[in-house]
Nanobody
Framework: VQLQASGGGLVRPGDSLRLVCAVT????????LGWFRESPGKAREFVAG????????DYGRAVKGRFTISRDNSKKMTYLQMDNLKPEDSATYYC???????????????????WGQGTQVTVSS
């Protein structure tokens, strides 16, 4: 399984971005998809996760109410809509694939067995 994350960029505080994670290989698995972020000097942070059916979604405390995760299984794409961006949201964002397709504890990075290459988000005035 290969994941391709895109949509990052340089924006101002208060702006919006939409990240996209594309699964580039054929898979019949009903996978869960998560977004995590990393920035220098900080531990990896859970951002959002969504299960196959989309009925389970979870968000990290720092982004809850500002970010929205969604997916289109027919296109094998997962989206992260990021609104009201803040400088502290600056990081490299990674999408991650859980082959088993769990619907609990989506914040656990160890549940994800495939990771994309990351896309950089910078929020600065």
């Amino acid at each position: 399984v290969q994941l391709q994350a895109s949509g990052g960029g340089l924006v101002r505080p208060g702006d919006s971005l939409r990240l996209v994670c594309a699964v580039t290989e054929n898979t019949s698995r009903r996978y869960t998809l998560g977004w995590f972020r990393e920035s220098p000097g900080k531990a990896r942070e859970f951002v959002a996760g969504i299960n196959w059916g989309g009925d389970t979604r979870d968000y990290g405390r720092a982004v809850k109410g500002r970010f929205t995760i969604s997916r289109d299984n027919s296109k094998k794409m997962t989206y992260l809509q990021m609104d009201n961006l803040k400088p502290e949201d600056s990081a490299t964002y990674y999408c991650a694939f859980d082959t088993i397709g769990r619907s609990m504890n989506l914040y656990n990075d160890w549940q994800y067995d495939h990771w994309g290459q990351g896309t950089q988000v910078t929020v600065s005035s």
